[in-house]
């Protein structure tokens, strides 16, 4: 692909640095669900290639669905509108509902996605995101694991795109040129 080496070239997250975490997530993950059968809900669609890695920690029962979710248009800043692009195939009503996500950054995102899944009753609800830049937080939100903590950096590669761009990339990595939007 044309242009991955001058706009990306800077590695955040190594995968085996990724590799490593996401197993240490997937021991607390399992130690708090043991003897339940967590039902986990990948943001589309940045959270897939991580809720690939993440699902196969797991040594017991587990059910998956995804929610489409867009809310950045053709840029690197949010907009601040959340839009369902796919809604939910079974319903959560009584599950322990764990939302997969890439990244919370403003926490706009997982605010929505808080407030409109809890309407259908789970069990409960948490969130596992890869990557939090918790400096850029506008609503107050946590997740309730953290694969990492990384500085206000626009990062691609792992699932996370830049104009749908750049989710094959094995590495984290930060996009040095960023047109302005
Ligand atoms: P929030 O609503 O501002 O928390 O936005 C979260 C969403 O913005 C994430 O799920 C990503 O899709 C996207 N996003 C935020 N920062 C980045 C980044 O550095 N790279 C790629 N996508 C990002
Ligand atoms: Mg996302």
Known sequence: MDGIAEE???ILLAREKIEARVRELGVEIARDYRGRTPHLVGVLKGAWVFMADLIRQF???VTVDFLGITSYGAGVHSSGEVKITKDLDVSIEGRDVLIVEDILDTGRTFKFLQDMLSV??????RLVTLLDKASRRVVDVHADYVGF????????????DF????RQLPDLRVLRSQPSV
């Open 149 to 160: 903590e990384i500085p206000d950096v626009f990062v691609v590669g792992y699932g996370l």
């Open 163 to 166: 104009n749908q761009r750049y």
């Open 59 to 61: 040594d017991f029962d």
């Open 8 to 10: 990306a070239v800077e």
């Open 120 to 125: 259908h009753k789970p069990r409960s609800l």
